[in-house]
């Protein structure tokens, strides 16, 4: 696996899909832990045990998140931040709502 550069700084991040890249990067042998993974891509240990926590979302929720970025709405931190809040079966009502 190639070496891990800083985390850029871009609009429209799925938060899912960061969080299964970085499931993904944490199967490296070289990448020992969380802490390594975040010095590694210059963001924060908290930042990456934050953005992996999405993962341990109820499954009906993250397979929603998983449509709506499939769809193109894709679930960043402000929507996350929104959605987390939710009853779980809320938060799939909002993520399944069509855009008008």
């Known amino acids: 696996m190639p070496v891990a550069r800083a985390e850029p700084k871009r609009r429209g991040v799925s938060v ?3 969080a299964l890249r970085y499931q993904a990067m944490l199967a490296d042998p070289t ?3 969380r802490a390594d993974l975040a010095r590694r891509l210059g963001v924060s240990r ?10 341990d979302a109820p ?11 499939a769809a193109g709405r894709l679930v960043t931190q402000g929507v996350w931040r929104t959605v987390s809040r939710l009853p779980p079966l809320a938060a799939v009502a909002l993520l399944c709502e069509p855009l008008t």
């Open 31 to 33: 990448i020992r832990n």
């Open 59 to 69: 499954p009906d929720l993250v397979r929603a998140m998983r449509e709506a970025d």
């Open 16 to 18: 899912l899909q960061r």
């Open 46 to 55: 908290a930042f990456v045990t934050q953005a992996m926590a999405i993962l």
